[in-house]
């Protein structure tokens, strides 16, 4: 089964009339951007939107703030990333949200030793989540610079080492590495529960420059590639995501004729 949904849910007291929409439109998935700071704030709004999203049967998301960085030299700035990550999972577990999608980090001058400290700080945001009694998940996205930590390869390792979730981002990956490999991600990502996020890009010799409008061949080259035995949620992040996710789910309803 394929999930579509824009990564927007818009301002609080609009979000149930949104999430009606989507529903009207067919789409399954939505992801809130928490990405300028986390703003349902009150645990009543949370409660109220996760149960209106559970009864229209759309699958929320987080997408956590841009400021985070895993792998920052500072302390104080792994701290706060993973207080931000955190702060996302606990309004996230009140929403009935799947997952809390981050931007893990950067390489920093130590490429090496990159994934070390991200595994070590993934592990210790999971032992919080546990404590807790959560079921959110984190999901650490694939980047689409290719100076940023989170290539493919990166991600899957995460997942193998401290069992996270993940977000495959199709556009950064075909930015980073110029094509998509789908049966290197498949092999990669064994997983019966894939978030993904998808729209169209520009990139260049450093990967990503920008998301685009979602093209027709872009949709109908993803969507022939999927695996068709898992639960997939594609999340659009083109600059017009819900007319692109209406037609993503058009094109897959037809391509499934
Ligand atoms: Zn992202």
């Known amino acids: 089964m394929i999930r579509f949904g824009p990564a927007g849910l818009g301002p609080v007291k609009e979000a149930e009339e949104r999430l009606e929409k989507y529903h009207c ?10 990405t300028y700071g986390v703003y349902i704030k009150k ?34 700035k792994r701290e706060a990333t993973k207080k ?7 309004i996230g577990e009140l929403l009935n949200a799947k997952v809390v999608v981050f931007h893990p980090g ?45 290539s493919v390869e990166e991600v899957s390792q995460l997942v193998k080492e401290t069992g996270c979730g993940f977000c495959i981002d199709f556009a950064h990956v075909l930015a980073r590495e110029g094509r998509v490999d789908y049966e290197k991600i498949k092999r990669l990502f064994p997983q019966k529960e894939w978030h993904c996020h998808f729209s169209g890009i520009v990139y260049g ?12 061949e872009a949709w109908v080259g993803l969507l022939k590639n999927l695996p068709g035995d898992k639960d997939i949620r594609i999340i659009n992040e083109s600059p017009t995501l819900v007319e692109d996710s209406v037609e993503g789910l058009k094109i897959f309803e037809r391509m499934r004729k």
């Open 106 to 150: 950067f390489y920093g001058k130590n490429k090496s030793e990159a994934f070390s400290v991200i595994c070590g700080g993934v592990r210790e945001i999971m032992d919080s989540i546990r404590k807790n009694g959560w079921k959110i998940k984190i999901a650490p996205e694939t980047m689409g610079k290719v100076n940023v930590f989170g």
């Open 84 to 90: 931000r990550i955190l702060d996302c999972c606990k």
């Open 205 to 216: 010799e450093k990967g990503e420059r920008h998301h685009v409008s979602t093209s027709r």
């Open 43 to 76: 645990e009543e709004d949370a409660l109220r939107i996760g149960k209106r999203a559970r009864e229209l049967d759309i699958e929320l998301s987080i997408h956590a703030p841009y400021w985070v960085n895993l792998n920052s030299s500072e302390k104080a």
């Open 25 to 34: 439109l067919g789409l399954r998935a939505c992801e809130i951007a928490f």
